[in-house]
């Protein structure tokens, strides 16, 4: 296949400072889970991005001392030399497939609790982030920042850019962002100094450029340095001389900065999940930046058209098209427009697992890319699968996202693949869930994985066909896989916090019932303890419909597991531009026709609530109905030549959309192999003498 010539722009050089970068496709810094803890599999994780075609890889934040210390949440450092040769394997990594490596150095400022060095915080005022999440909370406030420690700061800066250039980088970030030290000083609401650092907008930028300089007189003949800036509050404020204050400080920091790497201030709206927010959503904030600059540009905008990606670059919005997540979803996105294949993209659909895995202080996950930190441990490649020993039969039951997972990667091992579903079309639970409010980029799940499986001449795909024992006998496959999916109960919720009985009326549903057009009568209310966006977008969804609902939940807020999904403020607005009733804390303990009685999960005080029917968002549970008359036949299964029944997805353990891609393809590639394999244990390099001593850079 040949290259679109439209698309030709993507690929020009694009030069930063002293380094030139291959091609416009630049991975931004993000988090990845992978700290210094985890250099091997780091390392692996963005070489496997360089291979497939982005031009720039990025670190996420790299802290320049212990007094930006982000534990439990991960985080890398470049505090001594065992972080210079943990990295390095990163840069060595990239540079072999010819991309430029780059380090989001980074000082927490007063968004960090310094809880492993217990060190205070530090920020320009002494102003500290208050916020409402407990993994965000802490009770150790910032100490105001003297001229010593100004001094400090910039001297752990350039210390840091040696140690980076030391290590490989080629690219030095100055982070002002997202709440962090830089950032802390550009707004007035963090920054309260009467002297040369606080006050105007002038003085405000002074400690920003202070850190540009010290960078490029540290490594700025050798590395491009770069700036990464919020502009979301600062666009939102007129300036003295320009249009906002963002343009004011663009324009005064032209000079000091090789690029600049534009963003929104908050995570909800610089990365905000599909359900909210489309395709190049942050344009109408950063439009302006390269009329205020002739430094090259990059942004994000969870790109994956390259059309769109095109318009940017045409319209002189951006000279670098940035991606994070895509670049998890589909690390050799950039090779597929460079070949011709821009069908077989495997496009990120927005739903935010990856950002949960941060919060969870894991490496990354990924819902469209089970291999997505696997590179190292388990050696699974994206693109790449070890054909099978033996070419066998495999049937596969359920054409859900697990199933069609494990179709797809069981036959690019080479087998005969035969997958039947007993729907009318293929997706499983996405087939309704689609449909629901904000999540039709979803069905890119389903979408991949059906281009890829309609092109193989070793698959065959049958609809509507609802397989019994007797059925999986007469095809007589080598290995049977179940993915049936699971269904919804009516089961309620203990104080105990499991769930606990049953509720048993006419007018309870379920998201089943929901699912097969069983609407309720208004007005329902509806009882989410799922905790994740079922229960939320079923509001919606209902709201939708003209039917009067309210929500209730035992949690802190409603969907309240949203927040590691950066969903959560977001779905709040969402129900209230709906005005539905949240209520939170409370259980539903009983349903009667025509009053739903709730009690506080804390203090056991009933309320009495009028509604016509109710619908329970709670536990799910594995259909087995499959598996149980396949067991009680196993003596029959042997006769039949069958060698393995196993199950996977929602039919073996319920799960988000993303455990049940991983499950399916984690079974394919172990289909006939002898056992499963354990993963790689990743260790630290700790080559040098232990502490924080600071680093002579070469």
């Known amino acids: 296949m040949t290259r679109d010539s439209r698309y030709d722009v993507l690929f020009e050089p694009v030069r930063i400072g002293p380094v030139t970068a291959p091609n416009r496709f630049y991975q931004v810094p993000h988090a990845s889970g992978m700290t210094n803890a985890l250099p091997r599999v780091r390392a692996a994780f963005r070489e496997t991005k360089a291979e497939g075609g982005w031009g720039v890889i990025c670190t996420g934040a790299c802290s320049i001392d212990q007094t930006s210390d982000d534990a439990p949440l991960p985080f890398a450092t470049m505090w001594d030399r065992n972080d210079i040769r943990a990295h390095a394997l990163t840069t060595e990594a990239v540079h072999r497939h010819g991309a ?54 910039l001297r752990w800066q350039a210390e840091g850019a040696r140690k980076a250039r030391t290590a490989g980088f080629d690219i030095i970030y100055v982070y002002a962002g997202m709440g962090y030290l830089g950032y802390e000083f550009l707004l007035p609401e963090y920054n309260h100094r009467t002297d040369e650092y606080g006050g105007s907008l002038e003085n405000r930028i002074r ?97 994956t058209s390259p059309d769109t990606m095109v318009s940017q670059i045409r319209r002189n919005v951006l000279d670098f098209i940035g991606g994070a997540r895509p670049s998890i979803a589909d690390p050799f996105l950039p090779n597929k427009i460079k070949e011709g294949r821009i069908e077989e993209i495997r496009e990120c659909i927005g739903c935010n697992i990856c950002i949960s895995s941060w919060h969870d202080g894991v490496p990354v996950r990924c819902t469209q890319n089970p291999t997505a930190g696997e590179e190292w441990r388990r050696g699974w490649h994206p693109e790449r699968v070890a054909p099978a020993r033996t070419r066998e039969k495999v049937l596969i039951v359920g054409g859900g996202p697990a199933g069609l997972e494990c179709a797809l990667t069981a036959a690019r091992r080479g087998h005969d693949v035969t997958i039947a579903d007993a729907g009318s079309s293929w997706g499983g639970r996405l087939t ?28 065959s795909m049958y609809l509507e066909s609802a397989l019994g024992v007797d059925d999986i006998i007469d095809l007589a496959p080598d290995h049977v896989i179940q993915a049936t999916g699971a269904r919804w109960t009516n089961m309620l919720y203990s104080s105990l916090e499991i769930p606990v009985g049953t509720l048993e009326d006419p007018e309870v549903y379920t998201p089943d019932d929901i699912a097969a057009g069983r609407l309720p009568q208004g007005p329902t209310l509806v009882f989410d303890f799922d905790n994740y966006y079922h229960g939320g977008v079923l509001t919606e969804h209902l709201a939708a419909k003209g039917i009067e609902v309210s929500y209730v939940t035992p949690a802190g807020q409603a969907s309240a597991w949203t927040i590691m999904t950066n969903e959560l403020p977001l779905v709040h607005r969402a129900l209230s531009r709906r005005r539905i009733p949240v209520t939170t804390l409370q259980t539903l303990k009983d349903f009667d026709g025509e009053t739903a009685t709730l009690c506080h999960l804390f203090t056991d005080e009933e309320t009495k609530v009028r509604c016509r029917s109710v ?84």
């Open 100 to 153: 430029l490596a780059g380090v989001e150095l980074w000082h927490g400022g007063a968004a960090v609790m310094n809880r492993a060095s217990r060190l205070p915080p530090i920020s320009p005022s002494g102003i500290p982030w208050m916020a409402t999440h407990i993994g965000f909370m802490g009770n150790l406030r910032p100490r105001m920042m003297d001229k010593s420690d100004i001094k400090d700061v």
């Open 207 to 303: 400690f920003v450029r202070e850190m540009l300089e010290v960078t490029r007189d540290a490594v700025g003949k050798d590395c491009g340095v770069a700036l990464r800036v919020s502009v979301e509050e600062l666009r939102a404020r007129p300036g003295t001389h320009q249009q906002s204050e963002a343009h004011e400080l663009i324009a005064l920091l032209s000079d000091h900065a090789d690029l600049f790497d534009v963003k929104m201030d908050s995570s909800p709206t610089d990365c905000s999940a599909s359900r909210f927010t489309g395709e190049g959503s942050h344009e109408p904030v950063i439009d302006f930046v390269k009329t205020m600059t002739d430094k090259p540009v990059v942004g994000v905008g969870r790109f």
């Open 432 to 459: 309704f869930e689609k449909t629901l409010p904000g999540l039709a980029a979803w069905n890119r799940v389903v979408d991949y994985r059906l281009g890829r499986l309609r092109d193989m001449a070793n698959v």
């Open 615 to 698: 619908l329970i968002v709670g536990l799910r549970v594995p259909r087995a109905e499959l598996r149980e008359a396949l067991q009680a036949r196993r003596g029959e299964l042997d006769a039949a030549g069958i060698r393995s029944i196993a199950t996977i997805g929602d039919a073996l353990a319920p799960g988000a959309i993303a455990h049940a891609v991983y499950s399916g393809h984690k079974a394919a590639r172990e289909l006939g192999e002898r056992g499963g394999k354990i993963y790689l244990r990743d260790t630290p390099i700790t080559d040098c003498e232990p502490g924080f001593e600071q680093a002579a850079a070469e």
